[in-house]
């Protein structure tokens, strides 16, 4: 596997309370990725950074903010929980886009159940 | 933006017999085609990918096809075994990776 971990790997909180995600990889990738996984759904894309400080929306960007302040570190913020936010959220990286598009590789996930 | 629809949602067959799963995608635009294996309570995984100028892909057991002007690609899984048993995910980029809602297949011994 890649060097992505993600913290933590379970966690439940309850509604209206923060909670931030945190992806970490040692690849020194450009491109890191947050989605979240449902039943039915399949994986849908949260946001996305293509460097540091620079980030974008994805498919279901609402109710979730990012930041990513170095290469290695990508963080997830749900500001104020809702328990329309239980998923299994995963964190991704690439090396480029376009032509010299590489895979995605995954992170093992984090379990987050919101009361 | 892009679209992509997989078919069939489950998939059982015999242990020995070959597996198709299928998507179409919307944006002609979209250029590159992975498909990923995701074992219960792991990650997803890349097994398979294909680019937009490539018809045909193989891997031993395992095969990707693509038709570019009815927008569909295909995963060909042969001689299955009980390790293929999984949820296999297929995707198409452009500029972004939208994927498919995912075939759980299973292998009958």
């Known amino acids: 596997d890649a060097g992505i971990t993600q913290s933590p790997r379970h966690k439940v909180t309850e509604t209206g309370t923060p909670v931030t995600l945190r992806c970490h990889q040692t690849?020194?990738?450009?491109?890191m990725y947050w989605y979240r996984q449902d039943p039915g759904h399949g994986l849908r894309l949260i946001h996305y950074s293509y460097g540091v400080k620079d980030t974008d929306k994805g498919e279901v960007s609402d109710g979730y903010s990012v930041s990513r302040s170095k290469t290695e570190d990508f963080l997830l913020t749900l500001e104020s929980a809702t328990s329309s936010q239980t998923s299994v959220y995963f964190c991704?990286?690439?090396?480029?886009?376009?032509?010299?598009?590489?895979?995605?590789?995954f992170g093992p996930g984090t379990r987050l159940t919101v009361l | 933006g892009e679209n992509v629809e997989q078919h069939p949602s489950t998939l059982s067959v015999q242990e020995g017999d070959s597996a198709v799963i299928k998507c179409t995608y919307s944006?002609?635009?979209?250029?590159?085609f992975p498909w990923y294996k995701q074992e219960l309570g792991k990650r997803p995984q890349l097994i398979i990918d294909i680019r937009s100028n490539v018809g045909e892909k193989k891997d031993q057991r395992i095969a990707v096809t693509l038709n570019k002007t009815a927008k569909h690609f295909s995963l060909h899984i042969t001689e299955t075994q009980p390790e293929d048993s999984a949820v296999y995910f297929c995707?198409?980029?452009?500029?972004?990776?939208?994927f498919g809602t995912g075939t759980r297949l299973t292998i009958i011994p």
């Open positions: 944006d002609s635009a979209s250029n590159y």
């Open positions: 991704a990286i690439s090396e480029g886009t376009g032509l010299s598009y590489n895979e995605q590789f």
């Open positions: 995707a198409a980029l452009n500029e972004k990776l939208t």
């Open positions: 690849e020194n990738h450009r491109y």
